[in-house]
């Protein structure tokens, strides 16, 4: 009875947590249906490549030459024409009214400047969201150029020049551009950190709350064995919140499972386990479940946006992208998106699970001599 | 061998002294009621007896462990009844108390469980949850579940708040039973009929340990002398029995009036100009717990304040 830890006590402490998970059927609920809906929601929804953006046409000419051009931006997929013909000033107001993103406007010789090489056709972009209209204004001049120069082949008498600059892109792991795949890894790493985190402080923050943490520590359980106790169930909770991701992002995104399957389960589990232990180390924080929720968004916040998820990682300052590397869900993005879209091999990730694993480490420390604290 | 012994515990959370150099010794079988005002120390004394938490200065032994070193073996032996209800609400009976035998290592659990809630008499209610038990029962679930281990020594922190008074007689009863089949009890309480109840008092006030004996030894230490004041309207009479400095509490129970005082010969000086009063009997009566308690408590200092 007397020893620090006793499987018993512990079998004694799991049984405990999974009857009330199962029992509170909203938070079990909330641990598979979230991680779904989120991942179909956002999955679905999020798109880095908008296509078929609102826009207006305000053309001085009706030359085949702008006839050819404005076809080719519609067959790009960007541009949408909703607008045609209009004038220059009602071409602005629906700019600024939000109601088309682009004004292209080309001016009554173009015919003239086509055939003299210097076609200038005008993009005017609502770029108040860089996000939404950077890859179409990027796309635009090269399309223009193409739709000018297939007219003038069909007139051999014209002076053919080819475009005189030419940059050739790769896009690599994503030659298509597809937003999915860039953000459903990231989902997964968002997801489990949202709920698992927030579940464990809260399980064990209730405990104090209710006052069953100082009758649970009055009867022998040691601080291990709860800590175990609580962290095990949640484990098993980040388990299948992985499987349910990962199929779902195979079988509805077809997202590439480049790398190995071991690899990256592995590479998973360290990283469930670090968020736990956060969950564990907040509860011993935070004294009512209310405190608790507050610091799991406190902390989830930023390493949302300074983990690379949202915002490019190479594009943040210096000091913000050292402080991103405090956040564990900044390693598990490196690792994740290498092993599942590069195909990356364990000494290739290494780097950043070793750094998870220091996470681990330094949390179970902090967890465990601050719950000891908490006793006296 | 002493069930508690302990010497000068001190607690401190901060900068605030909660436990004063309190010292205490219960012997195997008693039941011993522990009383105080609210914030007291009284809770905080219990916490370091049963192993929760650790004093600051002072040492002692629980059943013969040693007080700072043994305390996940005093805690295995020791059965702690906390104030709020502190089982599982959201687990049924038969689940809390499987539980508790789990952490206990009794086996066979499932036997150890049945058991107990047969002599709970709540076999048939088994499957439903804890929450849902009126406050009452919720207290007998708890006493059922800390003693199902058959700790040798029980503290009970303010066990019967809120219960009603044939809840609180059971209860009681219960404890009376486990202390004839040797089983030491300390009870923390600030009701009298509790403290009536327990083989000896201890009467701690903010940290400080003030009487120590039995119900009969506490009164007659505290040297008072009572007059019952009997008759109709006796409220006129109270302020200015309260300005005579002599007396030292005049409390109203009922139809009567109970006037305490430490020196007799004072006390029936100030009672003198009563005698006048036809309709009022005025009659030395036996001093209470209740008039004790209160001369304790405007005797301290309020460290509150």
């Known amino acids: ?376 | 061998m002493n069930a508690i012994e302990v010497k000068g515990l001190t607690k401190r959370f901060g900068d605030k002294l909660v436990v004063n150099n309190v010292s205490l010794k219960v012997k195997p079988g008693e039941i011993v009621g522990f009383l105080g005002p609210n914030g007291s120390g009284k809770t905080t004394s219990i916490r370091m007896m049963c192993g929760l938490l650790k004093p600051d200065e002072g040492n002692g032994q629980v059943l013969g462990y040693d007080l700072i070193k043994d305390r996940l073996l005093i805690k295995s032996q020791v059965g702690y009844m906390t104030q709020k209800f502190s089982f599982y609400e959201d687990l049924t009976i038969e689940e809390n108390l499987s539980f508790v035998a789990r952490l206990y290592n009794l086996k066979p659990v499932k036997q150890h469980t049945t058991a107990t809630l047969e002599k709970l008499g709540l076999l048939s209610r088994r499957n439903q949850l804890a929450g849902e038990l009126s406050g009452g029962w919720k207290q007998r679930l708890a006493l059922a579940a800390c003693t199902m281990h058959k700790p040798k020594l029980l503290l009970l922190d303010e066990p019967t708040a809120g219960v009603d008074p044939k809840a609180r007689r059971d209860f009681w009863e219960e404890i009376h039973r486990l202390a004839a089949d040797g089983m030491t009890v300390l009870v923390s309480t600030h009701y009298m009929d509790e403290a009536e109840r327990c083989h000896r008092i201890t009467y701690i006030s903010y940290g400080e340990l003030l009487a120590d004996g039995s119900l009969h030894d506490v009164i007659a230490d505290a040297g008072l002398y009572t007059y019952t004041l009997t008759g109709p309207n006796l409220e006129r009479f109270i302020p200015r029995l309260q300005e005579n400095k002599g007396v030292q509490q005049v409390a109203p129970f009922g139809n009567s009036l109970h006037v305490t005082g430490t020196d007799l010969q004072v006390l029936k000086r100030a009672l003198k100009p009563l005698e006048q009063h036809e309709d009022i009997q005025i009659e030395q009566s036996e001093t209470n717990l209740e008039d004790v308690f209160i001369k304790f408590m405007s005797d301290s200092t309020d460290n509150i304040q």
Not at chain 1, 337 to 357: D, H, M, N, P, Q
Request: charged residues 15%; positive net charge; glycine residues 6%.
């Open chain 1, 1 to 376: 009875m007397s020893r620090v830890f006793s499987l018993q006590r512990l079998f004694a402490m799991l049984i405990k947590e999974f009857i009330q998970m199962r029992r509170d059927r909203i938070t079990f609920a909330m641990m598979l249906g979230i991680p779904l809906l989120q991942l179909v929601l956002f999955g679905y929804a999020i798109n880095n490549d908008p296509r078929g953006l609102p826009t207006a046409l305000v053309s001085m000419a009706n030359d085949p030459y702008s006839r050819a051009a404005v076809t080719a931006l519609e067959n790009s997929q960007y541009f949408k024409f909703t607008d045609v013909n209009v004038s220059p000033s009602e071409a602005r107001s629906l700019l600024r009214r939000g109601k088309v993103t682009f004004v292209v406007t080309f001016p009554s010789n173009f015919a003239k400047q086509a055939e003299a090489g210097t076609p200038n056709a005008l993009i005017e972009a609502d770029a108040t969201d860089p996000a939404a209209s950077g890859a179409a204004v990027a796309s635009a001049p090269a399309i223009i150029e193409k739709a000018v120069a297939s007219i003038k082949q069909k007139n051999p008498s014209l002076k053919q020049d080819l475009l005189k600059s030419s940059t050739i892109i790769h896009r690599k792991y994503n030659p298509e551009g597809i937003t999915q795949y860039n953000i459903v890894p990231g989902l997964l790493g968002v997801i489990l950190q949202l709920t698992l985190v927030m579940m464990t402080s809260i399980a064990l923050t209730r405990e104090t709350e209710r006052g069953t943490m100082e009758n649970l520590l009055a009867m022998p359980a040691s601080p291990f064995e709860i800590m175990c106790g609580k962290v095990l169930p949640y484990l098993g909770v980040g388990a299948v919140q992985v499987a349910v991701v990962l199929s779902a992002g195979r079988l509805l995104f077809n997202i590439p499972f480049e790398g190995g399957l071991l690899l990256l389960i592995g590479a998973i589990l360290v990283f469930v386990l670090t968020l736990v232990l956060l969950g564990y180390f907040i509860s011993t924080i935070a004294r009512t479940q209310m405190q608790a929720m507050q610091m799991t968004f406190f902390f989830f916040l930023p390493s949302l946006l300074l983990s690379g998820f949202m915002f490019p990682y190479a594009g943040m300052p210096e000091w913000a992208q050292m402080l991103g590397e405090t956040f564990p869900l900044t390693h598990f993005l490196r690792v994740v998106r290498a092993i599942l879209l590069k195909g990356a091999e364990w000494s290739e990730v290494s780097a950043s699970v070793y750094t998870l694993f220091l996470f681990v480490g330094l949390l179970l420390m902090l967890a465990l001599k601050r719950f000891k604290r908490t006793l006296d």
